[in-house]
């Protein structure tokens, strides 16, 4: 049957499910391998035997996807890396519970709290509520909600939520394509349209028109609810239509749907050479290679990382509140580095600069 | 083409010589289900399903039995666990008995999904603005989901009926429509004042009053479910009505000669069924997420029908089978967090276990028996 | 198994000579039957030469489950011979040629063809060794031509692989201007009346060079006249050495073309007689093992009121022809009105238009004083209409329901069957034992399923079922088709009770001899309307049979 | 001659609309020369698997049995593609695997639904919901594929003003082969010994046992076989217009597959064209969305194939029949 398992991922894809994740998994994550996690924590760094949790000298990390898997190469598995890396980096210990179905975020969490973890991830804004009455219920542990907003008024000193400016990173990228498009024309294929993707998207928008007037963006949304970040074939035809379109820049920014408009570029003629492709999320040099002969940069947004540093302050002692603002920007240009003519760098580092110290405004509003 | 089927016809089991041309009921799939008495094919098929399954543990390097036990205890030991299955289960008694009513008329329903989830935005929303009301808010969202239910079966029923569209494409169809509409009303003219700005797709909180709770561990809508199955095995079973479905089930020109509306009884087979799946939605509005978000379908329309298989056709045999699929989904999430085996697993006894109960040549290795090779199916395709 | 020799029915084998014989036989028997004239040139008796054994079966036997179908069978077919095999339905004819066909794999004893007696595994063995079947239903595919029908399974191709048509149209051609078989190659069987469609099944047999021909009841769905055409074609083909088999329960037929007959009885030849040897009553007995009851013991009618007025009805069938056309028809009550005439000519579309199941295109029907021109077969049913439908598989009965509930089919939601929508188990379970009683209901209970019953029983819950409630008017299609001897007798009695109850009764049958030995009133359709009505005492049957055919 | 002309009257009203639609498509381009091409480029992409898929609907119905397993065909194939050439290195070795993994899920369709007579849309039930459990529980990450599948240009045919361009120039060998394929089962439908029985199978199974065809046999293997197209379907998805496996990526195209043989009647040709009718309406949506001006809401657009099926059938009902016999197993006499 269709999608008995796409209809409960859309949510997953839908909190800023955008492409990315750091580097090969390695050993753990996929489903082949999850079995061996048991035995294996070890030479990944990390131990799975949670038996001496409550021992104070033992920094237990829990990870609760949202109803998707942590090899997503989306939120839930950069969350998943950020996770691994800190309870590599802390000698800690490290599980995850991919959630089936969306009814069973407080069970999933209590597995890890009633073993008595230190701190506990959960991954997407669907589980924002979720998580606020879990951290309610056990003061003793941690929680940090990735891309979780939480009401104002919400005081809990055990409860960080992490979130990202996807507005200032999109920008940056259209800065760039604004400047590099040879035709005036750039193209957007995106996922689900809601806020977060619209974010990177209109900010790409903004950016591209400040680096010039003359440029017109064209912009697809997938259509479909249900896999609208999972269609790589649907990407990968919207592009190939852009391209013939004479765009010649392709923001590929929804998931999976974004990743098949970048292989889709990065196949076409002139790839690199006449037509380039932006990523999105974290730096897609790294996770979609067969993009690397198009991918001039991606647009950042660094959840391994957030997931890391939140967890080592965790450990230390209180979060800074009760939000952390993650980074964003745009990663690297690797092969591209002598591409892009020195001025369009220079342009860009400053708009770069700009965003970051607070003086220039994406002008995006939802 | 039920003109060609009299050539097709096995001989006859019993009764005096007769030649083998001997027409016979055309209720192929549903004689199967329901003639087949035989509770042990049913066991013997889940015990083979889960003894594969138990390989496929045994070759991820986990102890099968561990894991086994592992999932038991997450589903029915644990604190609180029993409570979650009950509350898994509801839901699928729900759309394991949507899947049956039609199918005791002759239609194969894989639009569970579809209905549940268009009964679940309308409920949850009715429940919503109907908060204030508290209980009767409840039960009007609960009315509602299954009004909303129905109106996709309606469609089903009727495009069928009278236009002889079959009902397993326009039910697909239909999911996918559904899937389009509830998300568009989702993000769109029912999203919650509050996700507005996150851009979460969810209507608005259902309010406390509304919402359905669980009575001495027992979820309200689990009541609701296993009464409703009750129900429907005794309107089956006990009253005109059900033996007016039967009768088309088992045989459709002999209903319209024994002035049986069978258009009629397709449609309503068809909604029932649908209304049933919308109820769902709204039992699992009101009682697990408190709202609707898309999520909330999961795999509840498709696991219907292995639930619906499992029973063959008995309303009464859904709770069993619904349970069963309960145990699994609940017990997944321990299972990978004792083993680190991945929760799709469930879904890969699932499908085995859908397979085991579905092939007939089980049965006839059980009992030899030439019954079973009158168990050849009927689906009516393209009529 | 060396049986067969000692038979004493094998030094029958017809003689050379008897030509002059059959011929006389012939014409006693189309004194019978005007509808049998054959022409005297189709009626070569005696042209052909008989030459040796073609078809040897020796100890055939075959069940399914419990069910002897074939037991014991040996029978042999000379070289241009036609032999019939007669018995009702149910005695195992169609099992025992679909062996010698290969769609059925005997369980004991052997078929050789030809001298060749290893098993004939399936029909592309059979085919292959000369034998050739024409089946009671078609096996043509209704959506393809006739050209693309005669040669699948054995097409002809170019580079292997193309269809090659245009021999295959050259084919038919040859083949039917040979057989003075008219058909167009180009035609959709789909579209062809059923006549044409067997011509096509006849040629497409004779497109593989058979040496044996079978036909399982052939002349079941045909007029006179083509049943006539059909029998002068067998002749021929006899005459030119085909060896044929054909099955029928017609006796007329039997003594019109065949050269020898055997009989058979629940699976077991009682009898193998030449024809010239044998009367229409003595074959008759043969097949029943009995003496037939050949007609009715009832008293002259007394007609009452008009129960049931039809006036210029219009009904189309399935294909959206027009099946009844302007059909008129009163039937009193206290009478039985026979519909007389060959199948196909609107009797199946005016059953289901009386009963509420078809829709009537124009003109109206009174049931009393209730119209019930649009009504649906509830309606009909609550307005006193009882009907034996004609298909009682698939509208009599549901197989799988028990006989209790077959027998309240129709009145299930009704008092004392149920009470505010829930069923009394109670009341349908004593209805049930009383109608068993007193229909004679041959089962192991009444919660024995429908399916499992035999044809005459099943037929028997069917009239037990729509006399009970006293129907004003019973309308009775086809009510003995494929019914025993026993039950046909039963059946009929208690159609003449109904009658004498007050009812007013139309039967519909093919049989013409069950008209006969029925009817009060005899009307006679032909293209979908009565064509000449008649008093029985007025009848004749030549006359009829003339009428039948369309010729008035 | 004549027999053009037999044709041409007895095939008019699909003439009429070809060229009816070939006359909207080149005035399209006239007028919009600069977003044409590329829309029927998409229409036309967006179609390739569809076609394959409905093929596969086709090639089964006709011999009378239903195939809702499709959509679990094609991602059994699309995972099997993907990671034998991900793990072997060689892209030809995924293909030959990936059509290989197509035929293993037609045999199991086989095998169940014709020999063992299981009803055939449970059987197509569970093929999808295996495929599911299957590909989700062992899809491991981070896999890439060793090449591309090569694109091509047809001589002659790529000079074709339009149609050259959308169909023949630049499109890789599986669109090329979708077109054969929908060419060659229609011929092999209606011009060869094949199709005739074939089609006598599916539509009245005990005439072509009469006439000496092994039914069971021959709708075993023609699911089995065109299982291989669902195959190359699957390895379309997964190595040739994406380059990556996810789970569920086929995205309901096998259902999408099965509207679109309803719509196409069970003809090839008509399946092919109808499957480029969903691409144009599919590649519209995209146009209208990405040009502004025109707001309907993307998740309705989306709608439109399955709105337009669920019309198309409710209104055309009785016109499109479907094969006699489909959805019935075969039983012989003696059985």
């Known amino acids: 049957m269709k999608s008995t398992r796409y209809l409960v991922a859309v949510p997953a894809a839908l909190a800023l499910a955008l492409a990315g994740c750091g580097g090969s998994t390695g050993t753990s994550g996929a489903g082949g391998d999850t079995g061996s996690d048991t035995g294996s924590g070890d030479t990944a760094g990390y131990s799975t035997d949670d038996s001496n949790c409550a021992d104070e000298e033992v920094f237990c990390i829990g990870l609760v996807t949202d109803t998707g898997n942590v090899d997503d190469k989306s939120f839930n598995q950069s969350a998943h890396e950020g996770a691994e890396a800190a309870a590599t980096e802390l000698e800690g210990v490290y599980k995850y519970i991919e959630t089936q179905d969306a009814k069973d975020y407080a069970a999933n969490m209590a597995q890890f709290t009633d073993n008595s973890y230190d701190a506990i991830v959960t991954v997407g804004f669907l589980m924002t509520e979720a998580t606020v009455a879990a951290a309610e219920e056990n003061p003793e542990t941690k929680f940090i909600g990735v891309d979780q907003g939480y009401p104002e008024g919400t005081e809990l000193t055990n409860l960080t939520g992490l979130i990202f400016p996807e507005d200032q990173a999109g920008y940056a990228a259209g800065f760039l394509a604004g400047l590099m498009t040879e035709t005036d024309k750039l193209g957007q294929v995106l996922g689900q349209e809601i806020p977060p993707v619209q974010k990177f998207a209109k900010g790409f928008e903004n950016g591209a028109k400040a680096a010039n007037d003359a440029v017109s963006v064209q912009t697809v949304y997938h259509p479909a609810g249900d896999n609208a970040f999972n269609d790589p074939v649907w990407g990968a035809g919207e592009a190939r239509k852009q391209l013939a379109q004479d765009v010649d820049v392709v923001f590929g920014a929804g998931g999976n749907t974004g990743n098949g408009a970048l292989q889709e570029v990065a196949k076409a003629d002139g790839a690199g050479e006449s037509v380039y492709c932006i990523g999105v999320d974290t730096d897609q040099w790294d996770t979609v290679p067969q993009a690397q002969p198009c991918l001039i940069t991606s647009a950042m947004k660094l959840i391994t990382k957030g997931v890391t540093d939140t967890l080592m302050t965790a450990e230390s002692g209180e979060f800074e509140g009760v939000q952390t603002v993650g980074e964003a920007g745009i990663a690297p240009y690797h092969d591209f580095e002598d591409t892009i003519p020195d001025d369009v760098k220079s342009q860009v580092e400053e708009i770069v600069a700009q965003l970051q110290d607070g003086s220039l405004e994406t002008g995006v509003t939802l | ?383 | ?552 | ?335």
């Open chain 2, 1 to 383: 083409m039920s003109d060609t089927r009299t050539e097709e016809a096995p001989p006859p089991s019993d009764g005096g010589p007769r030649e083998p041309e001997a027409p016979k009921d055309r209720a192929g799939l549903l004689a199967y289900l329901i003639g087949h008495q035989s509770g042990v094919v049913i066991v013997v098929a889940l015990v083979i399903a889960l003894l594969i399954g138990a390989a496929l543990i045994r070759y991820q390097g986990v102890n099968p039995w561990y894991a086994y036990e592992v999932l038991l205890r997450g589903a029915l030991v644990n604190d609180g666990a029993l409570t979650r299955t009950l509350q898994k289960t509801a839901p699928l008694v729900l759309t394991g008995l949507a899947v049956v009513l039609p199918l005791r008329v002759g239609l194969f329903n894989i639009g569970a999904q579809g209905q549940l989830q268009l009964g679940a935005i309308f409920g949850a929303w009715v429940a919503y603005v109907a908060g204030g009301a508290g209980f009767l808010g409840a039960v009007l969202g609960m009315l509602v989901g299954i009004v909303f239910g129905s109106v996709v079966g309606l469609l089903v029923g009727v495009l069928k009926a009278y236009r002889g569209v079959h009902e397993v494409i326009s039910t697909i169809m239909l999911n996918y429509i559904v899937a389009g509409v509830t998300f568009w009303l989702v993000v769109g003219p029912l999203q919650g004042e509050s996700s507005r700005t996150s851009g979460i797709p969810q209507t608005e909180s259902i309010p406390e009053a509304a919402r359905l709770d669980t009575v001495a561990g027992v979820p309200v809508g689990f009541a609701v479910a296993v009464v409703l199955a009750a129900v429907c095995w005794w309107v089956l079973g006990r009253t005109t009505f059900g033996f007016r479905f039967n009768t088309v089930g088992a045989n459709k020109e002999a209903a319209r000669y024994a002035g049986v509306p069978i258009n009629r009884v397709v449609v309503l087979s068809m909604l029932a069924g649908a209304g049933l799946a919308g109820l769902a939605g709204a039992l699992e509005a009101l009682g697990t997420l408190h709202r609707f978000e898309p999520a909330i379908v999961g795999s509840l329309g498709f696991d219907g029908i292995t639930i619906a298989l499992l029973a063959r056709a008995n309303p009464l045999a859904t709770i069993p089978a619904a349970f069963l699929v309960g145990i699994l989904r609940t017990g997944a999430a321990g299972l990978q967090f004792q083993t680190g085996i991945a929760p799709e697993i469930v879904d890969l006894l699932l499908a085995l276990i859908l397979l085991m109960v579905s092939i007939p040549v089980l049965g006839k290795w059980l009992f030899r028996s030439r019954a079973d090779k009158q168990s050849v199916a009927t689906t009516s395709w393209g009529n």
């Open chain 3, 1 to 552: 198994m060396s049986e067969s020799t000692s038979r004493p029915e094998s030094e029958g084998t017809p003689h050379p000579t008897r030509g002059d014989t059959s011929q006389s036989h012939l014409a006693d028997i189309a004194t019978t039957d005007a509808a049998l004239e054959l022409p005297p040139e189709q009626s070569g008796f005696g042209e052909g030469v008989i030459g040796e054994v073609l078809l040897d079966i020796e100890g055939l036997s075959k069940s399914f489950g419990s069910v002897h179908a074939n037991r014991d069978i040996t029978l042999n077919v000379r070289r241009g011979e036609i032999v019939a095999l007669l018995g009702e339905n149910g005695a195992g004819k169609s099992t025992l040629v679909n062996q010698i066909f290969g769609l059925i794999t005997p369980d004991r004893g052997t078929v050789s063809v030809k001298g060749d007696s290893t098993p004939i595994k399936d029909p592309r063995d059979a085919i292959r060794r000369g034998v050739g079947m024409v089946h009671q239903h078609f096996q043509l595919v209704p959506v393809m031509t006739v050209a693309e029908n005669m040669v699948l399974g054995h097409e002809s191709t170019r580079a292997g692989v193309v269809l090659d048509l245009d021999s295959a149209r050259r084919m038919v051609r040859e083949l039917s201007e040979k057989h003075g078989l008219a058909v167009d190659p180009d035609a959709e069987v789909d579209d062809l009346p059923v006549g044409t469609q067997q011509r096509v099944e006849i040629l497409k047999a004779l497109s593989r060079r058979v040496d044996l021909l079978i036909l399982d009841e052939p002349t079941a769905v045909l007029t006179p006249q083509e049943t006539d055409e059909l029998l002068g074609v067998m002749r021929e083909l006899a005459n030119s050495g085909t060896s044929i088999v054909f099955i029928t329960h017609k006796l007329r037929e039997v003594l019109a073309v065949a050269d020898r007959v055997y009989v058979l009885r629940q699976g077991e030849v009682v009898g193998e007689v030449a024809t010239k040897e044998t009367d229409a009553t003595g074959l008759a007995t043969m097949m029943v093992g009995r003496e037939v009851v050949l007609s009715i013991d009832k008293e002259p009618a007394t007609p009452g009121e008009p129960v049931l007025e039809i006036e210029d009805l219009h009904v189309r069938d399935d294909r959206g022809l027009a099946a009844v056309d302007g059909f008129s028809l009163t039937v009193n009550a206290g009478e039985i009105v026979g519909v007389a005439g060959v199948e196909g000519n609107g009797q199946r579309e005016l059953v289901e238009a009386l009963a509420g199941m078809r829709k009537v295109v124009s003109g109206r029907m009174r049931l009393g004083d209730l119209d019930l021109t649009t009504a649906n077969p509830y309606q009909t049913h609550h307005a006193g209409l009882g009907h034996v439908p004609e298909d009682r598989e698939k509208h009599g009965i549901v197989g799988s329901y028990s006989i209790a509930d077959n027998l309240v089919l129709n009145e299930f939601d009704q008092a004392p069957y149920a009470k505010s929508g829930v069923r009394q188990f109670d009341a349908v379970r004593e209805n049930a034992e009383r109608l068993r009683e007193e229909f004679d209901i041959r089962s192991s209970g009444v919660f024995q399923t429908a399916g499992s019953l035999s044809g005459g029983n099943k037929q028997k819950v069917v009239v037990a079922r729509e006399m009970a409630f006293k129907p004003k008017l019973l309308m009775a299609a086809q009510p003995t088709r494929g019914v025993d001897v026993g039950s046909i007798e039963f059946i009929h009695r208690r159609i003449v009770e109904a009658r004498d109850e007050g009812a007013g009764v139309l039967l519909v049958s093919a049989e013409l001899d069950e008209i006969l030995s029925l009817s009060d009133r005899i009307a006679v359709v032909h293209g979908g309307t009565v064509v000449a009505e008649m008093r029985v005492e007025d009848a004749d049957r030549t006359e009829i049979g003339r009428l039948m055919a369309g010729d008035h």
């Open chain 4, 1 to 335: 001659m004549e027999r053009l002309s037999t044709w041409a009257s007895k095939n008019r009203t699909p003439l009429v609309i070809a060229a009816a639609v070939l006359v909207a498509a080149y005035a399209f381009n006239l007028v919009r020369g600069d977003i044409a091409p590329s829309m029927f480029g998409a229409a036309w992409g967006y179609a390739i698997p569809l076609v394959l898929a409905a093929l596969v609907g086709v090639i089964g119905e006709r011999s009378g049995v239903v195939n809702i397993g499709i959509e679990g065909q094609m991602l059994l194939a699309a995972f099997a593609g993907f990671f034998v050439a991900a793990v072997s290195g060689s892209m030809i070795v995924g293909v030959l695997a990936g059509i290989g993994t197509g035929l293993v899920a037609g045999g199991f369709l086989a095998v169940t639904a014709v020999r063992w007579r299981m009803d055939q849309i449970i059987a197509g039930v569970v093929l999808n919901i295996i495929a599911t459990g299957l590909t989700s529980f062992y899809l491991v990450s981070g896999q890439s594929l060793p090449g591309v599948i090569p694109n091509v240009s047809v001589p002659l045919l790529s000079q074709i003003p339009l149609l050259g361009e959308v169909f023949f120039s630049g499109r890789s060998v599986i669109a090329l082969i979708a077109i054969l394929a929908a060419v060659l089962v229609h011929l092999a439908l209606f011009h060869s010994r094949w199709g005739l029985r074939t089609r006598a199978v599916g539509e009245y199974p005990s005439a072509a046992d009469t006439a000496g065809i092994k039914v069971e046999r021959l709708r075993m293997v023609n699911v089995t076989l065109a299982g291989s197209l669902a195959g190359l379907a699957g390895v379309y998805l997964s190595m040739d217009a994406s380059s990556t496996f996810e789970r569920e990526m086929t995205a309901g195209r096998g259902f999408l597959a099965l509207a679109i043989m309803i719509m196409g009647a069970w003809r090839p040709l008509r399946a092919f064209s109808m499957a480029l009718f969903f691409g144009f309406v599919n590649a519209t949506a995209s146009q209208l969305q990405q040009t502004g001006g025109f707001s309907i809401p993307p998740q309705l657009t989306a709608t439109l194939p399955y709105v337009a099926t669920l019309v198309v059938l409710a209104v055309a009902a009785g016109r499109v029949r479907p094969p006699g016999a489909v959805g019935q197993p075969y039983v012989k006499k003696d059985q």
